[in-house]
């Protein structure tokens, strides 16, 4: 049975990824396939921040990496074009954890 996509009742969210990559030539193309698609310029998303922790504190785990980024949820995350030709070209380049928070 299909997973249910999320509903995205606000306009402007923060996504959080937390990853650890175990293979660097899947994400290397993933990456260039997410940077090509101009999706998240297209839908005005920018990112805040990303890379592994300046300073890691409270027993985080050396090899993870985080982005954040601010964009309109739905347009960019339940869009076909990232669930259909961008997100799949992650799978199996490693552990990523994903959620999306609402804006203040």
Known sequence: ???EQ????????FLLVSARVTDQV???GYARA???SGLYARHGGHYLFAGKAAVPLE???HETSVVC???????????AQWQDGVMPLRAGAGDFHIAIFKDL
């Open 1 to 3: 049975m299909p997973e």
């Open 34 to 36: 997410r940077a090509s």
């Open 26 to 28: 899947l994400m290397v």
């Open 59 to 61: 027993d985080w785990p």
């Open 69 to 79: 980024g601010r964009f309109p949820a739905e347009a960019f995350w339940a869009g």
């Open 6 to 13: 999320p509903q995205f009742p606000w306009r402007q969210a």
